[in-house]
Nanobody, 124 residues
Framework: QLQASGGGLVQPGGSLRLSCVASGFALDYYAIGWVRRAPGKQREGVAS????????YYADSVKGRFTISRDNTNTTVYLQMNSLKPEDTAVYYC???????????????????WGQGTQVTVSS
């Protein structure tokens, strides 16, 4: 399973770090990353690691502001979010899929595991 945490209320320009702890499966065999869903908008793949070579993907909307990383124990994935904007407001989910298909985080969103979601609100 995946357990996400770290959301909250932050002012525009602020920062947050989301965490996603994986248990019961080995991250090395999965693509893992973050998907967000804002009210009235389609879900969007935000950032991810490709299965195997760990190539990173970032949505154009977050490039240069968000960074995905993972810890040395290979059980936790982070999303460092800087220079947050009101349009980043959404529920953020971590998700994992046993595939090298990059489209899983851009089009398909077919995951074996979903975290429970954590709310990020950017507002003054």
């Amino acid at each position: 399973q995946l357990q996400a945490s770290g959301g909250g209320l932050v002012q525009p320009g602020g920062s947050l770090r989301l965490s996603c702890v994986a248990s019961g499966f080995a991250l090395d065999y999965y693509a893992i990353g973050w998907v967000r869903r804002a009210p009235g908008k389609q879900r969007e793949g935000v950032a991810s690691f490709r299965k195997g070579d760990r190539t990173t993907y970032y949505a154009d909307s977050v490039k240069g502001r968000f960074t995905i990383s993972r810890d040395n124990t290979n059980t936790t994935v982070y999303l460092q979010m800087n220079s947050l904007k009101p349009e980043d407001t959404a529920v953020y989910y971590c998700a994992a899929a046993p595939t090298v298909d990059d489209a899983v985080f851009t089009k398909k969103f077919l995951f074996d595991y979903w975290g429970q979601g954590t709310q990020v609100t950017v507002s003054s």
